[in-house]
């Protein structure tokens, strides 16, 4: 009966675990990783500065650039280790 319990415990923790990091897994693959931006400054009356986005970096963007580009075995490389697998 303690064997069970003990079970029964362990088996509810790993769902838990892995309900509260799949929300985190689909953020990680589907969010901006990095983004690359330009700080313009301009010496006028006021202080004033400004952040203009060049280019964001995503999982789903590198991967299409890539099989755009022709770089098939690294695109899908990055697809199944990168966004299926883990």
Known sequence: MLLLSFVLVCLLLVRQLYLST??????ANNLIGTAINIR????????????????????????????????YFLAVAIALFSGIWP
């Open 40 to 71: 313009i400054t301009t010496f006028d009356d006021a202080f004033n500065s400004s952040y203009v986005n060049l280019y964001n970096f995503t999982l789903e963007n590198s991967v299409s650039e890539m099989w755009d580009g022709g770089v």
């Open 22 to 27: 799949f929300p985190r897994y689909l953020a």
